[in-house]
């Protein structure tokens, strides 16, 4: 199904930009491309070469985009197009720099501006019809199976007990098995792994499905939390390239957030009186305590009973803190931790310090969160919001894992966008739907420490018959 999607996609992506090539050609010549016209006004070499080498472009594009984002559901997203244009548009400069051939400056231009919208529409008229994965699901995880068949683009039609005995009929049609690596198999499930394998039918591992579809990690199939660590030594490099990106980009945008902070910092004292700034002891990057800058968005007193996390409807929170949450001003002053090495621009949360004790004692691996520094913005933030209950921090953790292990560029610029869309849609605040419980949570972790024992235990027993 994933192969479909990529070349179908890619086939409508370079049909679109020949659509656009000629419409460029009425707009620039007054007439289509292969007429004498345009011979004629292009000194007689045509525009059939710039056309050819555009369209081979878009196809590299695809091809690229295919590449450098992660593997699954190829979902017909408007940041893969505008990727895949931008990757086009650099693959015709290098074939213009080396094979020289015709071309109008307006023209391609206007081409390209043209495919750009057409690329956005499509994806449009794509979203509009729901697709689905129909999967085989080889797992004696109910919650995780019940959680895949809530999403979106995903039809669960079959689940098999990882210890079922007897015969098990093959796979339907235009299924793909999914397999829980965590859970011992039996014999016959085995073979039928295999078997299936072997056939030509595409298996995947339980995880990544998951993952892919939901934006989580499962946090009751992590083992010791070394997958976190192990996905993030292969991203070392990146780390300090991260860094440097989040210093440049606030050096260069000061002279833009500097005097928002100026005005909202002289709205707080005049609306809500001193102290302007909230100031707060949180937990960094390797446990390294940091002092968060913030605008002060509740009432001076609201912390003199002791720390509580925050919701939506919070009393204490005044009037003008509710606007500044919901377009998220409040954490603007955070742009000088960014400048003082301790946030980054994007990454998990830093956390209360008294709240961190309580959480790294009730939720396995919660330590983990704090290997990179922490961020303004992150994917947690924009897939969750406010966290107002250790259940609701469960399932925070659940994605800021997600974006330890899944790490990249492109991830950091769809949380930026995701941001961005909080800040314009004054969405920072609403309410949120209801979480899973703390129970469905602990259930899973039980569940996989269950399995993990049971699973040595016929290790042992093989080893000794």
Known sequence: MRQRLLVGTACADAALLFIALVAASVVVFDAQPFSDAVIAQTQGRGLLRIMTIAV?????GSALVAAVTPQ???????????????FAFFVITAQIVLFRPYYSRNHLFISLAIWLCLVVLLR????????????VVVTSSNAIVQA?????????????????????????????LTVDLSAPWSREVTRYVSATSVAGREVRPLNEVYERHTGRVPLGHLSEGWEIETSLLRKLPFLPVKHAVDLVLVVLTL?????????VALLVRVVDGSPVIFRQVRVGRRGEMVELFKFRTMRADAEDHGARQA????????????????VRLDELPQFFNILRGELSLIGPRPEQVTFVEKYREAIPFYDQ??????????????????????EETIEKLSYDFYYLKHMSPLLDLEVLARSVWTVVSASGTKPKAAR???????????EAREQAVEDQHQRQDRSSD
């Open 148 to 176: 895949l068949d809530d999403t979106p683009h995903i039809t669960v039609v079959g689940v098999i007990d990882p210890s079922a005995t007897g015969p098990l009929s093959a796979p339907p049609p235009d299924t793909i």
């Open 311 to 326: 919701t939506g409807d919070d009393p204490r929170i005044t009037p003008l803190g509710h606007v500044l949450r919901s």
């Open 72 to 86: 699954g559901p190829p979902r017909p997203t408007y940041s893969r197009g505008a990727l895949g244009a931008l």
């Open 369 to 390: 969160r704090h290997l990179v520094r922490p961020g303004i913005t992150g994917w947690a933030q924009v897939r969750h919001g406010y966290a107002a209950s250790e």
């Open 436 to 446: 899973p419980s703390l129970e469905e949570a602990a259930a899973l972790e039980a």
């Open 255 to 263: 002279p833009l957030w500097l005097p928002v902070v100026a005005l």
């Open 124 to 135: 449009a008229l794509l979203r509009l019809r729901p697709w689905t994965e129909r999967l």
């Open 56 to 60: 081979i472009s878009s196809a590299v």
